[in-house]
């Protein structure tokens, strides 16, 4: 039995390790992962140390959990403790550590960096899948029970990544998880075999247990390795299921590696679905910036039949330093790009570039567009970029465009879908009255997972009543599901709509950090809108849901679909009032820009964590305890001495304690000098049993009495499980004919509970005695 | 008048010393009682003492009860009740030896336990053995003969055997020695010290019989005793096996911690001037044992303790000064005894 217990834990600590593994993946540093190591052992460590200790499975996760929590809390923020105490600044720095989580995670698509708040919120969530899976598998035995935290905490990989999951990551925790299960259900099965080969000691039976032992684990294995294999067979042999979760990860395949150079469409069909995807990196870089920006590699306001094309459009000004509003020379970051194979003439770069530099290669920037182009493929480059970081009130302030900039193209909507978005646009900034606040509730709208889907397959595409095929854009609004495309056509779309200049940026997401480098891949193709805003020039927005999008602009994120009733505005203008405290407690990362209404949705979410309500919900939490404290105390101990029963005696001795005790709180007491078969009549009596019950009755002080004064070995299992049964049914006849305060009290007041709680002074200090 | 009335029924096997000792009769189950064997016994014993004495199961109950756990009986109550009925009844329907002894201020110790006599043919002592040389011995109104009578005959009572100059003289198995006393009449009685009483295993008194029983009594006892009807239903060979099969019943240790407690309440009650002895709960323990056993069980419970608790307790204790002021008896402390302490396991 231990040493099934020793495996069980083991078993399960990997599991819970192999499980959140794939985490590693979610951030650019791993510094967090020894930490989390350590935990999980701390948490497999105690359990098996608990559970030498007590029986009483709860005792055991309350301690995982006060020590886990207390080692934690030491490590992260223990210089907020006294005399090793935590204190209630401990709960407001470990707040603001999740505060600081919270906020690294809106800010940054994945791989996010590695603060310290990002480490202590992972290892909070790494503790709490390990102690769930410890105490469903070890603790009560049940692992079945404890593949769900395994997969939550595999789905929180799968759900933010970004590339492809490999599928060890799925295969390792779920082999641990099946052995987990294998190691109890022997465990469990053979003590039935064995219980029964006792009982009724006979040999047929006794074999008869073994094979059926034998053909049942045998069963059981056959049927766990066939799910297993159908898991991974089936979505790759069904070709619609579009995102082939198990074997690709988030629909990102491992294969079709390219060698040489991208070639980079100039035309984008709407109707096409991504279904491949190319692994093979476009170029890697570095920058000085914090924020990483997508890197753009043209923009076209050109829209037509479904399709976004480059317009022949030539800017031949070299070093021209475009229509850009002047920016601050401390919000200029420069990015360093080498193993390019972006074929000529593109280059990509963030938006807006300042100044390339290519070693003698010439290169010019597009006046409209702002893209940068050179003659020939460069391998290494060096673009120096803006941070655009116009706050929003500014933003909301900037009036119409009417600069020369804008051409009929950046107005334009499909004569054919122009009801249709017109009416949808309509609906999706209705009481929204500047730019800014439209082009985050559109964007909102566009991101609420709720509504749309992201998919890289489109499906079948719809055809309208004439049985032509749908305008790509009406079939987005009818199917509801796209990728990048869709959505920033969509949005921009809905943006022309309400009169704001709008076009298609086709580019990269900032891509992932190998080694020092960040690498951009041929599958971080990415395509988002650009608004126009009125001195501000060209503004990214970031309407595509799901981690396979960027990360949306400061500018461009509030509270949910709070800006959409105007509640946004508001609270962006009293925190501008106190902004220069909010920003510069921000954060040593807010970098260039200043963002209030992020720092006012974090602060609303803070403000649910305040002491007073986690004193309040505790005080909640301690008053239903309290109002429960003497049943669950009688049901903890009635628990621990039928657990602690090792003869069939003593099982009995406490199912009869257990109803003695019961009918004492019913009003029949037991007084000290009767036997059992005068206690009998006056329970038959006083219980006003029935001729079934008293014969009940009478079963139960036979079996009593034969266990307690016959022979040991001649109490037999059967009749313990008789008596259990008669006991429940006598309980239930007898609590009827009293009166409900006397049953209420019964339940609220047991003897037995309080008893112990009396009694609890006399065992702790026997000296008084 | 040193009467020494001799009742032997049949003179079977009344060969001297010769002992059939417990352990060598063949018990037929090894380790546990043969329930069978003595409730066929009890049946056939109770059967045939019921026709005698009607309207008292109970009493005939412990009568057979404390033969069957090898204890002594003594009976009291007012005359005329059918105390030596009793025992006479119990002596004829077992085939074995029989003695009755009237106990009157005269009776010498050597006429209960025997004598040695010097035979002038043989020319050397010979023992001619006393009536307690018996297996069931009717010790009638014992509480006349003088303290020293009486010792002689409890001393032979607790150590089965006599010691006559200097030679140790083994009594017969079974022994039973039923004695009966009358409460009543003090006028020129010895009352049998504590020391002497606690050798009995237990103590018990007729009590009238009910109306209807009475009435009974008159029609069958008028014409002739029904006592002469009677014939052995069993023999002391098969009293021996049952007396061992009993010593077989298994007592669990909470019956014998409770019977410890009974006796621990006792000795410290106030109620009480002196407690109980540990020969009492010996006493108490083996007549439990009898008691089950005729119940048909093969262990003791504690209602077993409880009802023969009276009977074996109450005579051996004195009661204090406040209990006599209060006319109260050592049955009705015993009863309280019983009242007060936990039946075991109770204690948590």
């Known amino acids: 039995m231990t040493r099934r217990r020793w495996r069980i834990t083991l078993l399960a600590a990997l599991a819970t390790l192999s499980a959140v593994y794939p985490i590693t993946s979610l951030f650019v540093e791993t510094t967090w992962l020894p930490q989390a190591v350590f935990v999980i052992a701390l948490v497999a460590g105690l359990g098996l140390v608990g559970r030498g200790l007590t029986r009483s499975r709860s005792l055991v996760v309350l301690l995982q959990v006060l020590v886990t929590a207390y080692v934690i809390l030491a490590s992260h923020v223990g210089e907020t403790f006294t005399v090793l105490l935590p204190t209630p600044t401990t709960v407001e720095a470990a707040n603001s550590l999740g505060l600081q989580a919270l906020d690294t995670i809106n800010r940054y698509s994945a791989p996010a960096p590695l603060n310290e708040g990002i480490t202590f919120c992972l290892v909070v969530a790494v503790a709490l899948v390990a102690i769930a899976v410890d105490a469903m598998a070890a603790t009560w035995r049940s692992p079945a029970a404890a593949g769900l935290p395994l997969l939550t905490a595999y789905l929180i990989t799968a759900a933010n990544g970004q590339s492809a999951l490999a599928l060890r990551f799925f295969v390792v925790p779920v082999a641990l998880w099946l052995m987990m299960l294998h190691t109890t259900a022997r465990a469990q099965f053979g003590r039935w075999g064995t219980a029964n080969a006792a009982d009724q000691s006979e040999i047929d039976e006794a074999a008869h247990d073994r ?18 294999v159908v898991a991974l067979l089936v979505p790759a042999v069904i070709p619609h299921l579009p995102p082939r979760y198990l074997t690709e990860g988030l629909g990102r395949s491992g294969g079709g590696a390219g060698e040489g150079s991208v070639g980079f469409n100039d035309t984008l069909d709407l109707s096409r679905s991504l279904n491949d995807q190319d692994q093979s990196p476009v170029l890697t ?47 200029r970051y420069v990015m360093s790009v080498s193993d390019n194979t972006l074929a000529a003439p593109r280059i990509a770069a963030p938006y807006p570039v300042v100044a390339v530099g290519m070693e003698g290669t010439p290169w010019s920037i597009d006046k409209v567009t702002g893209d940068v182009r050179t003659d020939r493929a460069v391998s290494s480059y060096e673009v120096t970029y803006a941070d655009l970081a116009p706050s929003p009130p500014e933003l909301r302030e900037s009036g119409a465009p009417d600069a020369r900039d804008i051409t009929d193209d950046d107005l334009t909507i499909p004569d054919r879908s122009r009801d249709l978005i017109q009416q949808w646009s309509d609906e999706v900034t209705r009481g929204q009255d500047n730019p800014l606040d439209k082009a985050i509730a559109i964007q909102n709208h566009l991101r609420d997972t709720s509504r749309y889907t992201y998919s890289l397959d489109l499906g079948e595409q719809l055809r309208d009543d004439q049985g032509r095929l749908l305008e790509p854009i009406q079939n987005f609004y009818q199917t509801r599901r796209g990728y990048c495309v869709q959505f920033a056509t969509a949005m921009i779309m809905l943006a022309r709509s309400q009169g704001i200049p709008a076009r298609m940026a086709i580019g990269f997401l900032p891509g992932q950090l190998s080694g020092d480098r960040y690498v951009v891949r041929a599958s971080d193709a990415h395509a988002w809108p650009e608004l126009y805003f009125q001195g501000y020039g060209w503004l990214r927005f970031e309407p595509t849901p799901s981690a396979r999008s960027g990360t949306p602009p400061p500018y461009a994120v509030l509270g949910a679909d709070g800006g959409a009733t105007g509640g946004g505005r508001e609270v962006s203008e009293t925190n501008t009032a106190s902004g220069g405290a909010s920003t510069a407690s921000a954060t040593t990362q807010a970098t ?21 309500n986690i004193v309040l919900a505790l005080a909640l939490i301690l008053g239903l305890l309290a109002a429960f404290a003497m049943p669950i105390t009688a049901w903890l101990l009635r628990l621990r001495r039928r657990r602690a029963a090792v003869t069939q005696q003593e099982l009995i001795e406490a199912e009869w304690d257990d109803l003695t005790s019961h009918f004492g709180d019913l009003g029949l007491s037991a007084p000290e000098g009767v036997t059992l078969r005068q206690l009998r009549e006056r329970y038959v009596t006083g219980g006003h049993l029935d001729e079934e019950n008293a014969t009940a009755m009478r079963r139960v002080t036979a079996t009593l009495e034969k266990s307690r004064y016959d022979l040991p070995e001649r109490t037999t299992a059967q009749e313990a499980f008789r008596l259990h049964h008669d006991i429940r049914s006598i309980r239930r006849q007898v609590g009827r004919t009293r009166a409900w305060q006397t049953r209420m009290r019964s339940f609220f007041w047991p003897e037995a509970g309080v008893s112990f709680w009396r009694s609890l002074p006399d065992r702790l200090f026997p000296s008084r005695r | 008048m040193g ?10 096997d009344t060969g001297l010393g010769t002992t059939a000792s417990p352990g060598s009769s063949a018990s037929p189950t090894k380790g546990a009682a043969d329930l069978g064997l003595i409730h066929d016994v009890a049946e056939r014993l109770m059967g045939a003492m019921t026709s005698v004495i009607e309207g008292k199961p109970d009493v005939v109950r412990t009568t057979v009860t404390v033969l069957f756990a090898g204890g002594h009986l003594l009976i009291e109550d007012v005359p005329g009740v059918g105390k030596t009925m009793l025992a006479k009844t119990l002596a004829r329907s077992i085939d074995a030896t029989v003695r009755r002894i009237q106990f009157t201020p005269d009776l010498l110790p050597s006429d209960v336990t025997g004598v040695s006599i010097f035979n002038q043919d043989a020319r050397r002592f010979e023992f001619r053995p006393g009536a307690i040389f018996a297996n069931v011995v009717v010790g009638d109104e014992i509480n006349r003969a003088s303290p020293k009578t009486q010792s002689a005959l409890l001393e032979s009572m607790e150590e089965r055997q006599v010691t006559v100059d200097g030679t140790t003289y083994t009594l017969q198995a079974p022994f039973i020695v039923m004695a009966t006393q009358n409460p009543i009449e003090m006028e020129g009685t010895y009352p049998l010290p504590e020391a002497q009483r606690d050798r009995f295993m ?26 002469d009807a009677l014939t052995p239903v069993t023999d002391a060979e098969t009293i021996n096996r049952v007396v061992h099969a009993v010593s077989k019943v298994h007592a669990s240790p909470a019956i014998r911690q409770y019977i410890v407690d009974l006796m621990t309440r006792s000795r410290s009650t106030t109620a009480l001037r002196l407690g109980a002895s540990p020969r009492a709960a010996l006493h108490l323990l083996r007549a439990s044992r009898a008691f089950a056993a005729l119940e048909g069980r093969d262990h003791v419970i504690p209602d077993d303790v409880q009802v023969l608790a009276g009977p074996v307790l109450a005579h051996r204790l004195m009661p204090s000064s406040e209990t006599q002021l209060a006319r109260r008896t050592t049955a009705e402390v015993v009863t309280d005894l019983l009242r007060q302490v936990p039946v075991p396991p109770s204690a948590r």
């Open chain 1, 211 to 228: 094979d059926a032992l034998r053909s049942f684990t045998m069963g059981a294995l056959k049927l766990g390795a066939v799910g297993v």
């Open chain 1, 285 to 331: 870089y570095t920058t000085t910036g914090f924020t990483r920006p997508p890197l753009r590699v043209l923009a076209t306001s050109y829209y037509s039949r479904g399709q976004w094309s480059v317009a022949g459009s030539t800017g031949d000004q070299p070093d021209s330093g475009t229509a850009l509003p002047p920016v601050d020379p401390r919000r």
């Open chain 1, 592 to 612: 260039a820009a200043p963002v209030p209404q992020q720092q006012t949705f974090i602060e609303s979410v803070g403000q649910a964590f305040t002491l007073r």
């Open chain 2, 3 to 12: 009467t020494t009335t001799e009742d032997s029924v049949t003179t079977t």
């Open chain 2, 202 to 227: 237990a103590r018990i008194s007729m009590g009238y019989p009910a109306p209807s029983a009475e009435l009974d009594l008159l029609e069958t006892h008028g014409a002739s005793s029904p006592l």
